[in-house]
């Protein structure tokens, strides 16, 4: 159930928290100024003041088709892809080299920008890299209950093995439940061990399958761009064990990747939208902000009207910078993404003057 601070309660109806707290003093209630009004107390008090109070406490899921998808709405969805392993093993450059190949073979002339997620095709087939290489982004996004990555690519260096941050990107994706495939890179490198990192990675039980286990691992070289497309296979392989899946035809859910305030455009958000399509015009609701999609591009810069499930997109329209993780929902209704907008701010403060405020008993009689 909802509620609201008697502070707020007070300012949004133009008087004093004080006279507020003796008028519920009256209805035999003790209260402080931070204290959450249920909603029934709230419409007595706001009625007692002349105003009628509309319970806009809506339970987003219940606007957002919440339901689980029936099996025939489903339809096959491109896996999203995050790349780890340990500092200076290839990571970025793995990134650059597979997106740099796959640009080429596409579309010409096509400007890549950064938004923090790109996809590529093999075969008519796409995959969605989340470019935010590093373990920060992973674990910061799974800390606020983001579950975004389908696959994990460890990259290890050829000669350098298994070390610390490698070690951590594999408990990660292990706790995270995520499948992670191996990519041994630098392979071209005259010191490359390959056999000695597939030993390596035993100890953590990933047994390569040419050695009879199950985990995927393909020799590469971001540099020399050796068995970028194999990997790439390897990828769509096992998307295809996992079944992945999504409802495309209903409003859209998803999660903020990257998001900033840019100066002539406001807020730009990328979104990789998890169910549903996302479509220009949608209403909005990004953690605190609502807006509505004004426009959407994709990592080539290019203007994009509808964008379905594991596509990442870069949005204008909102009315504030989201956090990464955020939950995205679109809305049909205006009126309602900025209800909800404007419920989890009150909360926010209301979380956020709880922790400040030492506000006691006594001061406020005194105050009184
Ligand atoms: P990250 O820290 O994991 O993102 O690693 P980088 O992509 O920045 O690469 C670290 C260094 O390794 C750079 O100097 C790269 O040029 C080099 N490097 C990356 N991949 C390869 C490769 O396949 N072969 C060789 N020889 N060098 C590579
Ligand atoms: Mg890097």
Redesign the pocket.
Known sequence: TETISVGELAKRMGIKATDLIKSLMKMGMMVTINHALDFDTAVILASEYGYEVENVAVDLDEIHESAPDAPETLIKRPPVVTIM??????????LDAIREANVIAGEAGGITQHIGAYDVELDGRKITFLDT?GHEAFTAMRARGAKVTDIVIL?V?ADDGVMPQTREAINHSKAAGVPIIVAI?????PDARAERVKQELMEFGLVASEWGGDATMVE?????RLNLEELLEMILLQADVMELKANPDKLAKGTIVEAKLDRGRGPVATVLVQEGTLKTGDFCVVGIHSGRVRAMQNDRGEKVLEAGPSRPVEVIGLSGVPDAGDVFVSLKDEKQAKEIATLRQIKQREAELAKHSKITLEDLYKQI
């Open positions: 392993g340990h500092v200076d093993h290839g990571k970025t450059s793995l290489p990259v260096a890179n630098k392979i071209d490198k590469v070289s971001a540099k020399k």
